[in-house]
Every structure is written in structure tokens, then in C-alpha cells.
């Protein structure tokens, strides 16, 4: 395929550098979107997880008890990669050297310095996660510690019914949160990896509107809006909005994308102690169905990465609504309470012809397709009560809370769209005669119904000593109704997840850390004997250190785990119409990152992680065998440099590599997907409120594969693709 060229685009974002003279290149005084003041009243320092400033205050600026909340907190400068609070892992604002946890945050600023517009893009930067697999190029799944990582929207799952089919729109994160460790305490229903929290952004004080424009390879056009301010004189009401629209081709052919995104979101403080905040959001995404490419023999078919192996002229549509109103109320000088009524809805359409198996000829792939309807709605209403207080000189936060989650989903699946087809993987004729969609017996509909309750004591013992205590008792219940009932499955789950972490720090730079914790995950179908099966359990145990140094510009971490997975389903051999659950699989290593800024203008994250996972007891597969799509070895680095003072203030340059080792495509460990490095590069000019940006990925255009879907289908990873972005800030 003809590349296009793109010295225009080189000029045109360059062209601003040209002309500026060397003593106007400065930085006017508009202000950077983490220095804007956020809409925050005392309740939100509690429930920062959809109500807080992606920026945090600086440490050293908050008072050493945290009993007192600033009604607004002014940030000041920019701490560039490092975040020094997270909310995910306790849902209380803590300081991460104080959570007993491998917690990893991706600021805004990282992901506009890589130009990442996919969630993959920017997750590359934590240590172990690796991309899973996906639905055909939509709905990313995550992996790591071996398992796969839960994904998550301002603390509330997305994917409880069929799944998610659009990935998450980067325009309106304002920060990524990563957990590693089991999440079922906080969340229910929960694989052990870890957990995914996507921060979405928030009002603003100040007004600030920004206007982007990035382009790109494969005719890559990509605008976007934010703006934001208060919107009567006291502040008293705010709003935000985002609105993003993409159209692109692909490097994989006959692919072509579009995605429009718009999240409103309107803070109203009626009084110093109440604050309500309505949040939506809505996305369209239109591409067709895409597998990638089939693994032969023991590795991946020698096939271009651009070769489609499917119909292309098969469309899929999916739209996603959500809706969330965050009702906070200060009841005390310590004491705070936050409900939150989440509603969603997925509709999907689409049409597919898809690859099936590889035949023994090596070259001709059976296809099988259907025409697809999906409809989910998500409701769920959550309460917290944040309570701090001290019995001594022994202080606590005390979370205690509830969670109703009800969901209803129909699944429309007609066959045969098309029979009997095959494409030849080394010279394909995109020619198929289709047959006439007829009802399916897999047409069904299902519900969901959970509640949850929990309660968590942060207890500080003494200044360097912090205990975690917290437990979750949930009642989970699934069932669906297939136009033909013998597909009737159902999965219940009634179920304890307790956490017991501890900190301690010899000196305040250093936390030495331990937990444990465990998860559960139900598991659908019932056994020979007609019973529900139990669910999944995994417990974790862990272990770390996490330093800061040069000042708390730089901070580590550095962890060692094992995650014990249970109740794993496998072959029934005396019927091979059922499963027992009798497996177990094991996942083990270490982890490191380190994150902050060297100097004044350089900063740096990087990462290394070792993962070893494993299945040690099953009725089909070897014990021993490698889990799939889990590499032994990952790790990535990433570093900026702006020039801060001078004539050339305003220019940067960004560069890194990220390294995922080979994997396993199936628990049979029947064949290998190839390890990779990836290098990117990125250069940027800023003056005044403009911004210009030209990210290089890929940059020694290496052929590698992202993950591993099922029936052996290999997902390839983009060539050298270049993107430029224009940035107007006021």
C-alpha cells in the first residue's frame, strides 16, 4: 500500500517554529489545564474519583492530618508525569506511598505527549500490562499478572452483560489509574490482575476552552473541543465539555474508521456543603469486523499485516449513552456522604463474515458469519459514607457503603448469513454469495442483579505505620433465555472479598508494603448434575517498596507477587457437553516503575515486569502450559525534554521503546505470537497558546502483533505511522 506523503504536514506544523523569532518563542501567562481551580467542595477531597482535579495538590502543600478540606485547591505548576495521590484503591484521596498497592497513574500530560488516541496507546506505559484481545478491532481487553485487568469509568465496571464493544475515548480522560492486585473488595465481581480506572474530566473555575486539529497517517483527521468555566459570577454552577470526531483509513485494507464522541458534564453548588454534578456521555463508533491474521503451524501466517481476511464490505455500528449524577453532601466537619445513580445503554449492529479455521493446506480459511443485533442497559446506584475520626492517637477513615446494579440485555444472532465460504490467506477474491439470514437458536436475552455492601478502615497507627482493613460481602445473580432453552445457562455467586494491607516507613521517603486480598468472578453454565457452578476465587499475595527521591520529583515502585486462581472450569471427560470445576492456574513475578521529572523540563516513565503464568491443574491441558497472551517479559521507557528558559523556550523532544516478549496463543501452547520493541519519537513547539506536537510511532516500522483472539486469529500492530497535532489554548 502507498504511503502518503506527508512533508505538508511537517511544514505546516513546523511553520509557526519558522517564523518565530528567538527571543518570542515564550510561554504567555494562559494557564495549563492542571493549574485551572476545580468546582470541589470539602466532600469531593473524599470522593475525588469523579469529582476531583486530575492534578493533585502537591504533598508537601496538604495539612499532615488531612482533617480539614480546602473548599478550593489551587494547584500550582505543572509536576509533569508524576501524580502523587490516587482514589482508586481505597475510593478515598490517599497519598499512593500510603496504600499498601501497586498503584500507577497516567496524567493528561503523558498521554498528549504521545499522541495517544487509543487506550492501548497509553497503558503501554505501566508495568506488565499488556494488550489482551479484542471484539474485531473494538472493546480492548487488557492483561496483567496473567489474568485479565478489569476496566472501569470513574468506579464503575462498563462490561457487565456482553461486554463493552467500543473502546474508551481518550478526548475526555483527564487521568488513567492502574491497580494491580485483585479489586473485588471496592467493586464485586472482579478478575484478580488488577484494575483499570478511567478518570474523566472535570469542570473548571477558570475559563479555559481548547481547540485541537491532529492528522495523520492513512488520512487520519481528528478534531476536538474542550471548554470550560463557571457559568454564573460566584462560581456556583460550572460545566465542561468535550466533543471529539475521527475519520481514518488503515493500514489494514478496506478498513476504515469513524467515531464521534460528546461528554457535557454540569456542576451545580446550591450551598457550601452541597454540590451536584451531572455527567453524559456518547459515542458512536462505524468500522467493520476485524480479526487480524490466523497463526499457522506453531506461529503466525506470513502474510502482509495489511491483509483483510473477511468481508469488508460488512458494516458495524455501535453506540454507547451514559449518564451519571453525583449528589454530594457535607453532614459534618468530618463526615461526608456521596450517592451516585450510574445509567448506560450499548446498542450494536453489525454484519460479519469472519475467519474461522485454517485448513491443513496452509492457505485456505474457512469463514463463518451472521448478522448481529445488540441491545444492553446498565443501571446502578451506589452510596458512600466517608467518616474520619481518631480513637487516641490512632486515626481512621472509615468507608462503609452499598451498590444495586441492574442490567437487561437482548442478543440477536441470525444464521446462516453465509455458508460453506473460504478465502485463500495468499491471494484472496473478496466475492462471496451470501444466503438469506434465518433466526438462530443462540438469539437470546439475559438479566443481571447484584448488591453489594462493604466497609474499609484506613488506620493510621502512627506516623509511619498505616493498616488497611476492608471487606465486601456480594449477591450476584445472571440468567439468560435462548430461543432454544436447552442453551439456558444461569450463575449466581454469593460472596466474601476481604483485603488486609500494611505500611510502614522507616524513613518518609521509603513505605515498605504487604497485602492481600481476594477476588471472585462467577462462572456461567451449570454441571452434569444441573448446579451452578461456583465462582472463580484468586487470591493475591504481595509485597513492595516504593521510594521517593530528588526531592519527591521521582518516585518507584517495585513489587513482588503470586496469584492463586481457583474453581477454574475444565472438561468434564465423562461428558464433553459439561465442565468441572476442578482447575486451578498460578501467576507469579515482579514489577517496577519509576515515574517524575530529572530535571526542570525533562521527564521520564519507565517500567519492567516479569510475569510467569501458568496452569497447575487441569482435565485437558498439560499442567505447566503457559496461560495465553501473558508474556514472561515486558518493559517500557519514555522520556521528554522542553527546553524551559532561553531562546529556544517552547521547543521538546520526546522519545521511548516498549518491549512485549513472545506469548502463548492457547492454553495447548499450540503455537507462539513473536515478541517486539517498538520505538516512537515526537518533537514539540509551544508559543504562546499555541501548541504544536508530531508524533512518530513505530519509527523502525517493525511487523508485530498486538495479542490473540480466538480461533487462532493474530491482530497485527500498525506500521510507521506519523500524526500532527495543532493546539490552540485561550
Known amino acids: 500500500m502507498t504511503k502518503p506523503d506527508y512533508r505538508w504536514l511537517l511544514l505546516g506544523l513546523l511553520h509557526p517554529l519558522i517564523l518565530a523569532a528567538p527571543g518570542q518563542a515564550q510561554s504567555t501567562a494562559v494557564p495549563r489545564l492542571s493549574q485551572l481551580q476545580p468546582v470541589q467542595t470539602a466532600a469531593q477531597g473524599l470522593f475525588p474519583s469523579a469529582m476531583a482535579q486530575a492534578t493533585p495538590e502537591p504533598a508537601a502543600q496538604r495539612r499532615e492530618d488531612d482533617a480539614e478540606e480546602l473548599e478550593e485547591v489551587t494547584v500550582e505548576g505543572n509536576r509533569g508525569y508524576r501524580v502523587p495521590d490516587a482514589t482508586t484503591a481505597t475510593r478515598t484521596d490517599t497519598p499512593i506511598r500510603d496504600i499498601p498497592a501497586n498503584v500507577q497513574v497516567i496524567p493528561r500530560q503523558l498521554i498528549e505527549d504521545q499522541g495517544a488516541i487509543r487506550l492501548s496507546d497509553a497503558l503501554r506505559n505501566v508495568s506488565g500490562v499488556s494488550f489482551g484481545q479484542d471484539f474485531g478491532g473494538q472493546g480492548a481487553e487488557f492483561n496483567a499478572r496473567g489474568f485479565r485487568l478489569n476496566e472501569y469509568r470513574n468506579g464503575f465496571q462498563e462490561a457487565d452483560l456482553f461486554g463493552t464493544l467500543t473502546d474508551f475515548e481518550t478526548a475526555g480522560i483527564e487521568r488513567i489509574e492502574v491497580v494491580k492486585g485483585p479489586g473485588s473488595v471496592l467493586f464485586g465481581s472482579a478478575d484478580p490482575a488488577g484494575t483499570i480506572n478511567i478518570i474523566t474530566k472535570r469542570p473548571t473555575l477558570t475559563p479555559y476552552a481548547a481547540v485541537n486539529l491532529t492528522v495523520g497517517s492513512y488520512d487520519l483527521y481528528r478534531p476536538t473541543l474542550d471548554v470550560s468555566g463557571p457559568l454564573t459570577p460566584d462560581g456556583a454552577l460550572a460545566y465542561r465539555l468535550n466533543i471529539a470526531y475521527e475519520n481514518s483509513k488503515s493500514y489494514r485494507d478496506f478498513v476504515r474508521k469513524e467515531r464521534a464522541f460528546i461528554a457535557?458534564?454540569?456542576?451545580?453548588?446550591?450551598?457550601?456543603?452541597?454540590?451536584?454534578?451531572?455527567?453524559?456521555?456518547?459515542?458512536?463508533?462505524?468500522?467493520?469486523?476485524?480479526?487480524?491474521?490466523?497463526?499457522?503451524?506453531?506461529?503466525?501466517?506470513?502474510?502482509?499485516?495489511?491483509?483483510?481476511?473477511?468481508?469488508?464490505?460488512?458494516?458495524?455500528?455501535?453506540?454507547?449513552?451514559?449518564?451519571?449524577?453525583?449528589?454530594?453532601?457535607?453532614?459534618?466537619?468530618?463526615?461526608?456522604?456521596?450517592?451516585?445513580?450510574?445509567?448506560?445503554?450499548?446498542?450494536?449492529?453489525?454484519?460479519?463474515?469472519?475467519?474461522?479455521?485454517?485448513?491443513?493446506?496452509?492457505?485456505?480459511?474457512?469463514?463463518?458469519?451472521?448478522?448481529?443485533?445488540?441491545?444492553?442497559?446498565?443501571?446502578?446506584?451506589?452510596?458512600?459514607?466517608?467518616?474520619?475520626?481518631?480513637?487516641?492517637?490512632?486515626?481512621?477513615?472509615?468507608?462503609?457503603?452499598?451498590?444495586?446494579?441492574?442490567?437487561?440485555?437482548?442478543?440477536?444472532?441470525?444464521?446462516?448469513?453465509?455458508?460453506?465460504?473460504?478465502?485463500?490467506?495468499?491471494?484472496?477474491?473478496?466475492?462471496?454469495?451470501?444466503?438469506?439470514?434465518?433466526?438462530?437458536?443462540?438469539?437470546?436475552?439475559?438479566?443481571?442483579?447484584?448488591?453489594?455492601?462493604?466497609?474499609?478502615?484506613?488506620?493510621?497507627?502512627?506516623?509511619?505505620?498505616?493498616?488497611?482493613?476492608?471487606?465486601?460481602?456480594?449477591?450476584?445473580?445472571?440468567?439468560?433465555?435462548?430461543?432454544?432453552?436447552?442453551?439456558?445457562?444461569?450463575?449466581?455467586?454469593?460472596?466474601?472479598?476481604?483485603?488486609?494491607?500494611?505500611?510502614?516507613?522507616?524513613?518518609?521517603?521509603?513505605?515498605?508494603?504487604?497485602?492481600?486480598?481476594?477476588?471472585?468472578?462467577?462462572?456461567?453454565?451449570?454441571?452434569?448434575?444441573?448446579?451452578?457452578?461456583?465462582?472463580?476465587?484468586?487470591?493475591?499475595?504481595?509485597?513492595?517498596?516504593?521510594?521517593?527521591?530528588?526531592?519527591?520529583?521521582?518516585?518507584?515502585?517495585?513489587?513482588?507477587?503470586?496469584?492463586?486462581?481457583?474453581?477454574?472450569?475444565?472438561?468434564?471427560?465423562?461428558?464433553?457437553?459439561?465442565?468441572?470445576?476442578?482447575?486451578?492456574?498460578?501467576?507469579?513475578?515482579?514489577?517496577?516503575?519509576?515515574?517524575?521529572?530529572?530535571?526542570?523540563?525533562?521527564?521520564?516513565?519507565?517500567?519492567?515486569?516479569?510475569?510467569?503464568?501458568?496452569?497447575?491443574?487441569?482435565?485437558?491441558?498439560?499442567?505447566?502450559?503457559?496461560?495465553?497472551?501473558v508474556p514472561y517479559n515486558t518493559a517500557s521507557l519514555w522520556t521528554t525534554y522542553r527546553i524551559p528558559e532561553g531562546p529556544l523556550r517552547g521547543l521538546g523532544f520526546g522519545a521511548g521503546a516498549f518491549f512485549v516478549d513472545n506469548r502463548s496463543g492457547d492454553l495447548d501452547n499450540t503455537f507462539e505470537v513473536p515478541g517486539y520493541t517498538r520505538v516512537d519519537a515526537a518533537v514539540y513547539y509551544n508559543f504562546g497558546n499555541i501548541k504544536t506536537a508530531i508524533n512518530l510511532k513505530n519509527l523502525l516500522d517493525v511487523r508485530y502483533f498486538e495479542g490473540v483472539q480466538a480461533r487462532r486469529n493474530v491482530p497485527p500492530g500498525a506500521p510507521f505511522t506519523m500524526q500532527g497535532t495543532l493546539s490552540l489554548e485561550f
Do not use: C
Open 264 to 629: 457535557p458534564v454540569l456542576t451545580w453548588k446550591p450551598g457550601p456543603d452541597t454540590t451536584i454534578t451531572f455527567e453524559g456521555e456518547f459515542l458512536r463508533y462505524v468500522r467493520p469486523i476485524d480479526r487480524g491474521l490466523v497463526a499457522q503451524g506453531d506461529g503466525v501466517a506470513p502474510v502482509p499485516v495489511s491483509r483483510f481476511l473477511g468481508d469488508p464490505h460488512a458494516p458495524n455500528i455501535s453506540e454507547e449513552w451514559r449518564g451519571y449524577l453525583y449528589f454530594d453532601q457535607r453532614l459534618a466537619e468530618n463526615l461526608n456522604w456521596r450517592s451516585v445513580f450510574r445509567a448506560g445503554a450499548t446498542r450494536a449492529f453489525y454484519r460479519s463474515i469472519e475467519s474461522d479455521t485454517l485448513l491443513a493446506d496452509n492457505r485456505t480459511l474457512t469463514l463463518f458469519g451472521g448478522v448481529s443485533q445488540q441491545n444492553q442497559e446498565l443501571y446502578t446506584f451506589r452510596n458512600d459514607l466517608v467518616w474520619k475520626f481518631a480513637t487516641g492517637s490512632i486515626r481512621h477513615t472509615l468507608l462503609a457503603g452499598f451498590e444495586f446494579i441492574r442490567g437487561y440485555g437482548w442478543f440477536g444472532n441470525d444464521r446462516p448469513f453465509a455458508g460453506n465460504l473460504n478465502i485463500d490467506i495468499y491471494n484472496p477474491v473478496y466475492q462471496f454469495n451470501y444466503a438469506v439470514p434465518s433466526p438462530s437458536a443462540l438469539n437470546y436475552d439475559g438479566y443481571l442483579n447484584t448488591f453489594g455492601i462493604y466497609l474499609q478502615d484506613q488506620i493510621a497507627v502512627a506516623d509511619n505505620l498505616k493498616v488497611l482493613l476492608s471487606g465486601r460481602f456480594d449477591n450476584f445473580s445472571y440468567g439468560d433465555r435462548y430461543n432454544d432453552p436447552s442453551f439456558n445457562t444461569v450463575a449466581v455467586a454469593r460472596d466474601f472479598s476481604p483485603r488486609v494491607g500494611i505500611v510502614y516507613q522507616p524513613i518518609p521517603e521509603i513505605s515498605l508494603y504487604a497485602n492481600t486480598g481476594r477476588s471472585f468472578a462467577p462462572q456461567f453454565g451449570l454441571n452434569a448434575t444441573g448446579t451452578p457452578f461456583l465462582p472463580e476465587r484468586g487470591t493475591n499475595y504481595e509485597a513492595g517498596l516504593k521510594a521517593e527521591f530528588l526531592g519527591g520529583r521521582m518516585a518507584t515502585t517495585l513489587a513482588v507477587y503470586r496469584i492463586e486462581k481457583d474453581n477454574v472450569l475444565t472438561a468434564d471427560p465423562s461428558d464433553f457437553r459439561f465442565s468441572l470445576q476442578v482447575g486451578q492456574q498460578q501467576s507469579s513475578g515482579f514489577e517496577f516503575d519509576i515515574v517524575g521529572e530529572i530535571l526542570q523540563g525533562w521527564n521520564v516513565i519507565a517500567s519492567y515486569a516479569y510475569t510467569d503464568a501458568r496452569i497447575t491443574r487441569d482435565n485437558t491441558f498439560p499442567v505447566g502450559n503457559r496461560l495465553p497472551r
